[in-house]
């Protein structure tokens, strides 16, 4: 591997040379934003889960098998409010948006934690193939239907005593009567909507319009819990085109396909200063943009209104 100047260089230039880019975001890269699901940020925010629970991390939690629904949206709502709605866009993916305007882009993300909308991507532009903290289902997927949570989340925050939500807060499918659930790939019923097939066939669109031509794939923090969605697609699409740059900033896994050893940059260094040293390198090629985001991707989202029910 070469010096990190040299390669920090390298990509600056393949950055600098390209005509349009593609983001893949993984969970390391909203761990290197500062998003990190164990250590203080989960202690500080979850002491009561913690005591009463004996819960070990935001992403172990996720799978804890809570004996009540009133149990187990006391402890969802506070894990929603505090990925979706309480963090701030962060730093690294403010950098990203402002390195990414030099060029035509688009972004697949297995994140689900809004954080691209908020520092700045338009909708049309991301594809969160794995769903979105702010959003509810039906948990037996009976229809395509997603509901914007914000306002539930936020009463039921309001309203829980000794880690639980009174029942009447409890979601209810208004179709089908059963349970809900967080719009995350956990299961068979996961919910596609329409909006999801939209921003599958922009992302599609994408890579025909920028196949053979000089593109850099940006890859960060994608390891291999789901590799076939970011990591071995970004290898192919690489592999298949020479005028294609492959950058990848993994501490764990940076290693790639030997055949595309020579169109592969890879780093272990921190991803976040390497993002806002790519940014400064492309500053001069970089036109200015404003600023603007959505809470979600359809300003008419369906809202789960059980205060009413």
């Not at 979706?84 to 866009?89: F, I, K, L, N, V």
């Not at 290898?235 to 085109?241: M, R």
Request: proline share 3%; with cysteine.
């Amino acid at each position: 591997m070469l010096e990190y100047k040299d390669r920090l260089q390298r990509a600056a230039d393949a950055i600098k040379n390209a005509d349009f880019i593609l983001i893949g975001g993984g969970a390391g890269l909203s761990d290197a934003a500062g998003l990190h699901y164990s250590g203080n940020r989960f202690t500080d925010n979850f002491t009561d889960f913690i005591e009463k629970y004996g819960l070990e991390d935001l992403y172990t939690s996720s799978f804890y098998p809570f004996k009540t629904q009133e149990e187990r949206w006391g402890y969802w709502a506070k894990h929603i409010s505090l990925n979706r709605y309480d963090t701030p866009a962060a730093e690294l993916y403010k950098d990203l948006f402002r390195l990414a305007q030099s060029k035509e882009y688009f972004v697949i993300t297995t994140n689900v934690e809004h954080q691209f909308i908020k520092a700045g991507f338009p909708v049309e532009k991301v594809f969160a193939v794995q769903g979105d903290y702010g959003l509810f289902q039906c948990e037996r997927g009976c229809h395509n239907t997603l509901y914007d949570n914000a306002e539930l989340v936020k009463v039921m925050i309001a309203h829980t005593r000794d880690c639980m939500i009174p029942a009447f807060l409890v979601p209810k499918c208004p179709v089908c009567g059963g349970e809900m659930d967080t719009n995350l790939r956990h299961s068979n019923d996961f919910v596609q909507d329409e909006n999801w097939y939209a921003a599958e066939s922009r992302y599609e669109n994408f890579l025909k319009t920028s196949k053979g031509k000089r593109i850099v794939y940006l890859e960060l923090g994608v390891g291999f819990n789901t590799p076939g969605i970011i990591r071995i697609p970004f290898e192919q699409l690489c592999c298949q085109n020479k005028n294609a740059m492959l950058i990848r900033i993994n501490r764990d896994y940076p290693d790639g396909a030997k055949e595309n050893a020579a169109g592969t940059i890879a780093f272990t260094e921190d991803m976040a200063q390497i993002i806002k040293a790519l940014c400064q390198k492309d500053s001069k090629q970089a036109r200015p943009v404003s600023i603007k985001s959505k809470s979600n991707g359809d300003e008419n989202m369906n809202r789960l209104n059980v205060l009413d029910a």
